[in-house]
């Protein structure tokens, strides 16, 4: 995964299972501090992933 701000390709990289079970992985850069989120291969951003993580289950 490269970032997408500096295009560095060695960012962090952690994987997180959501309380719906969605799994997602969390990319951080440590040149320029950029983070985002991805869920299969859709890149989100932190409100999105807030607004899975508050959805009642259905
Ligand atoms: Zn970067």
Known sequence: ???P???I???IE?????PDET????FS???CEEK????SGETMELRDVLDLVRKPRS
């Not at 952690?14 to 959501?18: A, D, K, S, V």
């Not at 799994?23 to 969390?26: A, L, M, R, T």
């Open 14 to 18: 952690i994987q997180h299972t959501l």
């Open 1 to 3: 995964m490269n970032c």
């Open 9 to 11: 390709t060695d960012v």
């Open 5 to 7: 701000q500096c295009g």
């Open 23 to 26: 799994e997602v992985v969390f």
């Open 36 to 39: 985002w989120w991805d869920r």
């Open 29 to 31: 850069c440590h040149r």
